[in-house]
């Protein structure tokens, strides 16, 4: 008896028994080899046609379905971050806006709507990088978070500006045209601000070189980027990225600042009503009086300035944010503990004048709500190494326990000390 006659590929000519997988068409037959080498050769392929479409018209507007609305942006960091209103109207705004521009299509009118980078101005512990990575969870679009800490001046020891798109590029899976449209938010940015106003012998090679470097970044142009990161070599290749479409946000402490925003609010305050004058200005949140003209003060050039159009701050975290910060978000530090300690079967609670103590400590210590944290990893430490080996249950975190662990904490910090 004459055996099956097997099919195969139209286009290889391997058999059904050689390929995983054998597609039946028409008149012929394809393996999924073949499929995936045609859909290679397509994109690349249409790729090409794309480019070209690009120098000569236009190219097509992105899809992102229906957008969230700026309400709806900021109803969802709301979720998450306690307070800071007037910085998430900002930054719902502008991340609108940056969805409505991608989205824009080319008229007759030739109006082209420019993009308004930001900049977050606030105390430690206020909440810029919690609201940046926050967003990121909402965004149909790539986006990074980098410390401008790490980069210096190009050729000294340190990265290259453009090793920030490094990263975003990473995030985007090397697909140059959806990084093109993503968002960066570059952390502590009052670390490269100006060292002094004076000319020195010296290079300010991680401060006023940094901001130079950063200025084609923020405006927009074609910038080669080495994939890999880290410092540029000449031998090494790069991508090149459109940084036009690209989203900055940028934040930092600026700590002093407030002393600038004093010195230039008394300038103003002469003659006749200067003691009205003096009774507006809040003393306790000098911040909300921030402008541009203070960020030039502090050590940020004017270049840098102009192409950060959008200034907002975050107000400092008084007793009662504090509070909510420690119990409402979905991710709070409570919430925290007690899924960690609900995944080894135990039910853990705290008695609400603990949670008062855990906050007047972290007033004390003016850290914001990042005090918050490094106190509940201190009165935690002790339970969450002890507590998964016992045949407890159920664990009460009282006052009194609080204090006993936090005094426990400080006595090993003086020992070593």
């Keep these: 008896m004459a055996g099956k006659r097997k099919n195969h590929c139209s286009f290889c000519g391997r058999s059904e028994d050689e390929v995983a997988l054998l597609l039946t068409g028409a008149e012929g037959f394809i393996c999924s080899d073949c499929v995936r080498q045609a859909d290679k050769i397509v994109r690349e392929s249409m ?52 969805y409505k521009r991608l989205s824009q299509k080319v008229d007759d009118d030739g109006v082209e709507i420019e993009k308004s980078n930001i900049i977050m101005v606030g105390s430690t512990g206020t909440g810029k990088t919690l609201l940046a990575r926050t967003i990121a969870k909402l965004l149909k679009v790539p986006f990074t978070i980098v410390d401008a800490t790490i980069f210096t001046e190009a050729g000294y020891v340190g990265e290259d500006v453009e ?7 990473q995030v985007a899976d090397f697909d140059v045209k959806a990084t093109e449209r993503g968002i960066v938010f570059i952390d502590e940015m009052d670390k490269i601000a100006r060292k002094q106003d004076n000319p020195s012998i010296t290079r300010d090679v991680s401060g006023e070189g940094v901001q130079q470097g950063l200025l084609k970044l923020l405006e927009g142009s074609i910038v080669n980027v080495p994939p890999k990161g880290g410092r540029k070599h000449p031998d090494q290749d790069y991508i090149h990225v459109d940084t036009r479409n690209i989203l900055f946000i940028c934040g930092g402490a600026f700590d002093g600042i407030e002393r600038k925003i004093a010195q230039r609010l008394n300038t103003h305050v002469v003659g006749y009503d200067s003691v009205q004058n003096q009774q507006r200005v809040d003393t306790k949140d000098l911040m909300k009086y921030i402008v541009p003209q203070d960020l030039k003060s502090f050590g940020l050039i004017p270049e840098i300035i102009g192409r950060l159009p959008v200034l907002t701050y975050l107000d400092p975290l008084g007793r009662d944010a504090l509070r909510r910060i420690l119990t409402e978000p979905k991710n709070s530090l409570v919430k925290q503990q007690i899924k960690l300690f609900a995944m080894d079967g135990i039910k853990l609670s705290f008695e609400e004048e603990a949670l008062d103590y855990i906050v ?9 709500a990042r005090g918050l944290r490094s106190i509940m990893e201190s009165i935690m430490i002790e339970a969450q190494y002890s507590a998964p080996s ?8 009282t006052r009194k326990y609080a204090e006993e662990q936090l005094e426990k904490q400080k006595e090993k910090l003086s020992n070593i000390g």
């Design 390 to 397: 016992e045949a407890k249950d159920t664990l009460v975190i």
């Design 163 to 169: 090793s920030i798109l490094s990263r975003l590029l």
């Design 360 to 368: 007047d400590k972290a007033v004390e210590y003016k850290l914001g």
């Design 47 to 98: 790729g090409d046609v794309a480019h070209s479409k690009k120098e000569g018209t236009a190219d097509a507007a992105p899809d992102f379905g229906e957008l969230p609305k700026p309400r709806e942006i900021k109803a969802f960091l709301d979720e998450y971050v306690i307070g800071q209103d007037s910085a998430k109207r900002y930054l719902s705004v502008a991340v609108y806006n940056h």
